[in-house]
């Protein structure tokens, strides 16, 4: 059954939530304040379902139907006729709350409400929302590349009643993605273990034990990881890394201290990303 799938936050991950929602024959309403972030948005997912046809990931016939099915929308009012609707902006929790807050204001009283962060507990979220919104709230965490990537981990709240566990798990499903589910703590699971990872990997260059060029290849070639830690802190960029573990530091204690020189890089504005120079770059 097709249904309505809202995303707030039209940035590279709120577009490929969209866009794999509706390549699964969902409609989709992609919000942002922007205009120009949705036009943005719309031109890179052209793009990506292109070079998608190049490499084998998706049919010629899916290009037209999947962009057809996602609005562009700046209002936020339309997600009054959504079944499910998921903010994607930015990880800092006044980011979220005034989204949520909105989303509590406009969607239907039966609406699933989802986040995706990738370290604030749930229920922390939850407790902006008013009473009888919490028990259709969930945590819904992708990983970039989402039109990639399939996992996705479902973290129910406190007060996330099971049906919205279940549905949050059949819709992510629906969009060809594996769900598990997950305890709602700082962090949740994958990204405990992957900053473990990467501190000690930050550790190792601190040390002089080996480059980020090396370590990446030690990763990929030693342990069968399809990327390295450093070239994933250069695509996600290091400050969302440090801002991450700073969030679990506080949660867990001196094991997620962001290393000396990871923060020094950050400060210094190697962070990574699109145009800025990282660790390999």
Known sequence: MSETIGVVGAGLMGGEIALVFALAGHRVLLNDRDQDVLDRAK?????????GVERGFYSADDICPALERISFVTDIATF???????????????????????????CRHDCVIASNTSTIPISSLAALLPSERRPYFIGTHYFSPVSRMKLVEVIPGFETAETTTEAAMRLTASAGKTPIRVKDVAGFAVNRMLHMFMIEAVRLVEEGVATPEDIDTACQLGLGHPIGPFALMDAVTSSLCVQAQEIMQEAYGERFRPPPLLKQRVRAGFVGGKGRPGWRR
């Open 43 to 51: 031109t890179r997912l052209s793009t990506l379902l292109q070079k």
């Open 80 to 106: 009054a006729e959504a079944d499910m609707v998921t903010e994607a902006v930015f990880e800092a929790q006044e980011v979220k709350a005034a989204v949520l807050e909105r989303l509590g204001q406009v």
